[in-house]
């Protein structure tokens, strides 16, 4: 996004985005077409007004003091992903297809290809898994309440497909992972099987898939924007130990089978 803002006329106030190239702003367009399909049920989803080349018009919606409850948010997220397992359980994938295609270059230069080989052998050996629609960024500062009924969700430019409740492992992690902490692995599983009644293995598999995408994603920003360079390099570290916590779960899993 080359900068976002807003602006009133005499009938409307609007929020809009601009992109540097057209192909941006047709993307933009589809996943928050794509983001109204899948989630308008469970959240109120801002469809642009107008568009043109390089500018994307939203309704600007009012934000009201009373934030929305984390912790429901969590619970329809896990509803979501259980209805488009359902839906989609026969659009799966390989475990390892899942995965950025830049991770393995970015793991070297980390100088940890001997992680990505034990990663690569693990998820090979996985089973497919299914595809479902995902936002892809749910975190509390993409969630506010307004005038609507449920609360809003902004910010689709992560939207697409993805592993099974990519979105709570994403509500779980990122705002503690940016604020320095880390939730128990043990905790957070134990808290997903129960709500969703899935296998445990297949849990920490979506887990695990999940942490490496957000890995590659702040792993390809260190490079891009070196003046976040401290800010990505701790929550870089972080992202390891708990991708590796994922990994030895799994092995004691497999051995214990």
Do not use: C
């Amino acid at each position: 996004t080359l900068f976002v803002g807003a602006i009133a006329t005499e009938d409307r106030r609007l929020f809009v985005k601009a992109y540097r190239k057209p192909d941006e702003t047709i993307l933009a367009v589809h996943q928050a077409s794509f983001i109204h399909y899948y989630f308008h049920q469970h959240f109120t989803t801002v469809k642009p007004t107008q568009y043109d080349e390089n500018f994307v018009f939203y309704p600007l919606l009012p934000h009201k003091a009373k934030e929305p409850d984390m912790a429901k948010i969590a619970e329809t997220l896990i509803v979501i992903s259980q209805e488009y397992h359902d839906v989609f359980r026969f659009n799966t994938k390989p475990a390892l297809d899942y995965v950025n295609l830049n991770l393995p270059s970015l793991l070297q230069k980390e100088g940890r290809i001997e992680f990505w080989k034990e990663l690569r052998n693990l998820l090979t050996a996985s089973p497919a898994i299914a595809s479902i629609p995902v936002h892809g960024d749910i975190t509390p500062w993409n969630l506010f309440n307004s005038d609507h009924t449920l609360p809003v969700l902004i910010d689709y430019e992560r939207a697409g497909w993805h592993v099974p409740y990519y979105d709570w492992w994403h509500l779980q992690y990122q705002y503690a992972i940016l604020h320095h902490k880390t939730p128990s692995l043990d905790n957070l599983l134990n808290k997903l099987q129960r709500a969703s009644g899935q296998d445990r293995v297949f849990l920490l598999r979506t887990g695990l898939i999940y942490m490496l995408d957000q890995l590659s994603y702040d792993l390809q920003d260190r490079e891009d924007y070196p003046k976040y360079k401290n800010r990505l390099t701790n929550a870089i570290q972080t992202r390891f130990k708990i991708a590796e916590s994922f990994v030895r779960k799994l092995h004691e899993a497999a051995n214990a089978a």
